[in-house]
């Protein structure tokens, strides 16, 4: 067993290598696909948006105010599979632990196929995504 000290500077490094390549910047050159969320018409307070996988992975677009439309464009080396629009609102005043209620309100977007120069909208009120221009 390792002493304590070196236990934690093991830790610590390990923490430095994973900051340093979730800080990485993204590819200028990788394809770019562009998400524009539309809450202009009053679907949700302020919303939470993720980007979220078939195989489950969840990649944070941004936060989208009542009243607001965001776009909010993506450089991935290679969009892969088919993807789904989550929006959790951020109604944490609201939850009650002891109801079972430890999870926001979330809706989901219908699942589409995101590839570089693919631009859309997802209108949050009506739920629906509206493709604008195709990849390819």
């Known amino acids: 067993m390792l002493p304590m ?7 610590a490094a390990v923490c430095l290598v994973g900051a340093a390549c979730a800080s990485t ?14 809450n202009s018409r009053g679907g949700s307070a302020l919303a939470r948006v993720f980007l979220v996988g078939t ?20 450089r ?8 789904q629009l989550v929006v959790e609102e951020g109604a944490a005043d609201r939850m009650d632990p002891a109801l079972n209620q ?3 309100r979330a809706l989901v ?11 859309l909208t997802w209108d949050i ?3 629906r995504i509206i493709l604008n221009s195709s990849g390819g």
């Open 55 to 74: 195989d489950g992975t969840r990649s944070r677009i941004g936060e989208v105010p009542m009243g607001r439309t965001v776009t909010e464009c993506i």
């Open 76 to 83: 991935r080396s290679s969009f892969s599979g088919r993807y």
């Open 25 to 38: 910047p993204e590819d200028p050159n990788a394809p770019q696909a562009c998400v524009t969320v539309d």
């Open 109 to 119: 977007s219908e699942s589409f196929v995101l590839e570089g120069g693919v631009r």
């Open 5 to 11: 000290r070196i236990q934690s500077l093991a830790l």
């Open 125 to 127: 009120r009506t739920n």
């Open 102 to 104: 430890n999870q926001p």
